[in-house]
């Protein structure tokens, strides 16, 4: 017996498609070439070609949506547990490392033991047209807190914690089109208190049109 290629696509995609336009011309092509064929069986087969374009769109639909469920529990597993993996870090090295709390609690990382009060922040500061960029060496995963004032003055105000590198500040001058001598300083912190040196002053004129940048 000859085989014949099948006319019929095999993905799914394609044969929704091919079973939309198959469904749309079948009643036409039943009256005309398959006799033995009445309305009831028509409407029957109609329905099932139907029901199987439906079951292919669900499952498209499906998957489609799996992807994007996983795509975003790939960022939560990758976003959370290095955020874990720091917390297990800062509880291993801190001066709580040998109570039960956190014996017991089944963190694994190999536990660093640094004298954090001895370290301070190195910090690299740049000037762009829009922006302040803070770069900063990161110890451990230690986060910082972010300090600035204006040059002259006595009062360092609190711009950010920190916990990636660099820092943007996006702040703008205080007189628009006009230079400003900007100080920023920095120490290694837990999210609620200094717990090392405070950093060099790093100075930097801000200006659109005119950098300059210097270190004390």
């Known amino acids: 017996m000859k085989k014949y290629k099948d006319f019929i696509p095999h993905a799914d995609a394609e044969l929704s498609v091919y079973a939309l336009a198959y469904k749309h011309n079948f009643r036409k092509m039943a009256e005309e070439a398959i006799s ?11 329905a099932e070609v139907q029901a199987m374009i439906d079951a292919i769109q669900a499952v498209e ?7 994007a469920a996983v795509s975003h529990k790939n960022k939560l597993v990758q976003n959370t547990t290095s955020r874990m993996r720091q917390m297990a870090m800062f509880a291993k090295k801190g001066d709580a490392r040998q109570t039960a709390t956190v014996t017991g609690s089944g963190l694994k990382c190999n536990p660093v033991h640094v004298d954090v009060r001895n370290l301070r922040p190195q910090l690299t500061v740049t000037a762009n047209k829009s922006h302040v960029s803070i770069a900063f060496r990161k110890n451990y995963s230690l986060p910082i807190a972010l300090y600035s004032r204006k040059q002259g003055s006595l009062e360092w105000e609190f711009i950010s914690y920190a916990a990636t ?3 943007i500040d996006k702040r703008p001058v205080a007189v628009p089109g006009q230079p400003e001598s ?14 090392s040196e405070m950093s060099s002053i790093m100075q930097v004129v801000f200006h659109p049109q005119h950098i300059v940048e210097k270190e004390e």
């Not at 033995?36 to 109609?46: G, L, R, S, T, W």
């Not at 639909?61 to 992807?67: I, N, P, S, T, Y």
């Not at 300083?185 to 200094?194: I, P, V």
Request: hydrophobic share 30%.
């Open 36 to 46: 033995y064929m009445n309305d009831e069986a028509i409407v029957q087969h109609e």
């Open 61 to 67: 639909m499906k998957k489609a949506e799996l992807a």
């Open 165 to 167: 590198s660099p820092y």
């Open 182 to 195: 900007r100080e920023y300083q920095a120490h290694y912190t837990d999210f609620s208190n200094c717990i």
